[in-house]
Nanobody
Framework: VQLVESGGGLVQPGGSLRLSCEVSGFTLDYYAIGWFRQASGKEREGVSCINRINGSTYYTDSVKGRFTISRDNAKNTVYLQMDRLKPEDAAIYYC???????????????WGQGTQVTVSS
């Protein structure tokens, strides 16, 4: 099982980024995929997830209406579209795979290496 994130970078406040999480070793109907972030000096936070069977989604309150999670089963890739980014969104973003999904990190057994998102003018 492997997860590889990409798409991070530097963006100005109000800008957009799309993160990708390419998975291998399993198909997206087997594990839920979650996006987490960890800012310097803060705990890891569950940002969004997409469930394995029906594709239902979860968003933490601070990103609702700005972030969109989606998946492309043919490409074995999950995306996190981040719009209207704020400085407080800056963090290392990780994707993770877990059977039950949800916003809690301990529910996920497989993690990517992370991608840095910086929001600054």
């Amino acid at each position: 099982v492997q997860l590889v994130e990409s798409g991070g970078g530097l963006v100005q406040p109000g800008g957009s980024l799309r993160l990708s999480c390419e998975v291998s070793g399993f198909t997206l109907d087997y594990y839920a995929i979650g996006w987490f972030r960890q800012a310097s000096g803060k705990e890891r936070e569950g940002v969004s997830c997409i469930n394995r069977i029906n594709g239902s989604t979860y968003y933490t309150d601070s990103v609702k209406g700005r972030f969109t999670i989606s998946r492309d089963n043919a490409k074995n890739t999950v995306y996190l579209q981040m719009d209207r980014l704020k400085p407080e969104d800056a963090a290392i973003y990780y994707c993770a795979a877990g059977y039950s999904g949800g916003p809690l990190a301990h529910k996920y057994g497989y993690w990517g290496q992370g991608t840095q998102v910086t929001v600054s003018s």
